[in-house]
């Protein structure tokens, strides 16, 4: 196809409008400070708490509360919490000494506190007769106060703040490795950061967006929870965001309707709820808050009894872009499978995954599995000397290279070497625990921060399945398309993924209309073909939602079914479904 025939209208700024509390949601500081201030006074309250996700812009945030709420004590909580060499010792399991990859951390926010300093703190607070403002990470642990404002902020500001030199949460390490600093935060800050907030989605009195610096955007704990229930019970978008890589191309420039400047664009996330945002719309004020708070705060309206059964308050799919489209090829890489990532990583899961391809140039191709009667030893010689800057791997020799067209799927279970060739447009459909990939030749390349991108052929020897070689793929791998129904106004095909991986495809073409049956469990799509799509209740239970070519949508449990069809004028429309397999 390269390229499509029509004007792209693709819309990079999402925002669902949530009904009935528009003169509760707040904007700028004279208007978010007024509110607390008076909330303080109906309650007649002494303690203002401003718990805080790490990362949050300190220096504006508190000076501005201090400066409406004019407070008789104020404490940091960087005072409850261990030094900050100490902190770094708590963490080493987790952190490693691996640029990229940790172990998860499943405890909480409170094994990183002092509770000795958390005592002598409440009594500080206890003893206090005047105004006390208790600001920070925990803030509510030291002591519940009569109103709780709660401030937030997205993953990828955060990733934004590190890389213009925010250090982690009581470190200096601002001019650190950026790759260091968001293992930091993936594998651990964010997980105990996570894990208080959700205590906390009942008690919060305002939520406070802090992404915009000097522009903060505040709604009341019941419009935020009431924003969150609508998001739970309709179809919507996540907010994309779009990075520049060494490998990166110029389809999602023109198509998604990017600005200039970067050189390139590989990555779009659109379908990661875990790193993803959502915009609710209250009136004038747009709040932009993490995807995760619907996932925690309503897992089982968002995710369907059956996924959350299986994999508790965490979004299992995910759906993103990778666009070599004038680029050049991605890392060849492996990911590994589900025994080896449980016992060295503390994962659940494992990364299988696809390609489904979008678009692709004449000649384009994916690299998939390996070439029949090679020898084990010698490949992984190859890698090794390749790292070590003897000469170049030799890819073609090794691993196989199959033809890539517009709606072509190759399927990716965890073991299978692969990577997309130049010239693809890729809509990666995969399991969710994305930051596992074992890249084992990255074809001599330096990657944006002039770093060599890391190499994990040590991992990578330990997790490659060598049986995967070009009959196997060809058989099990290669657009194992199977025709489900067929009628004048729809055809179903099955897609994938493999028998080993829980996720099921199916790419449905819809001449008139389709209905497609949500089974009590949520479903992720993609609009792949056509310029507008029109997603509908078939029982009215909310308003019809609009879709366009290129873009990643969800359709949570609770939304029940929903009906596809192709926008005025539009013959038919295509889109790739993802959901949980049922068995």
Known sequence: MAYPDFEPNYDRFPETRIEGFDEEAFEGWAGVGAAIVRA????????LVVDCYPGIRDVEVLAEIERVWKPNL??????IFYPGDELTRLMARNLTTDRVRGNMYYG????????????ETQDKVAAEAGRVLLYGVAASLVCPGD?????????????????????NYKQDNGCEDILRKYKRGYFVEWRVADRHKATLYGSIDFYLDTNTAGTPRMVTGEAFRAGLRQLAHAPFRLVPYFDPGIWGGQWMRRVCRLPDGPENYAWCFDGVPEENSVY???GNVRIESPAMNLTKYLPVEFLGEKTFARFGAECPIRFDLLDTMGGQNLSLQVHPMTEYIHEKFGMAYTQDESYYILDAEPGACVYLGLR???????MIDGLEAAQEGVAPFDANAFVGQWPAKAHDHFLIPAGTVHCSGAGCMVLEVSATPY???????????????????PIHIQDGSKVIRWDRTTGWVRENLVDRFECLSETPAATVVRTGLHELEFIETHAIEIRTGYTAHADGEFAMLNLVEGREAIIESPTGAWEPYRVHYAETFI???AAGDYFIRPAEGLASVKVLQAKVRAN
């Not at 303080?40 to 303690?47: D, E, I, K, P, T």
């Not at 909480?108 to 005592?119: E, N, Q, R």
């Open 40 to 47: 303080m006074a109906v309650r007649g309250g002494r303690v």
């Open 74 to 79: 104020t404490i940091d909580t960087t005072c």
């Open 108 to 119: 909480t926010v409170s094994d990183f506190i002092d509770p000795v300093l958390l005592a």
């Open 147 to 167: 109103l709780l404002v709660y401030a937030d902020m997205a993953r990828w500001e955060i990733q934004c703040r590190y890389r213009a030199g925010m250090p």
């Open 280 to 282: 609710l719309r209250f």
């Open 372 to 378: 029949e009667g090679i020898d084990r030893q010698a």
């Open 435 to 453: 930051i596992f990939t074992f890249k084992l030749w990255d074809w001599n390349r330096l990657g944006t921060d002039g770093l060599p991108r």
């Open 555 to 557: 359709v949570p449990a």
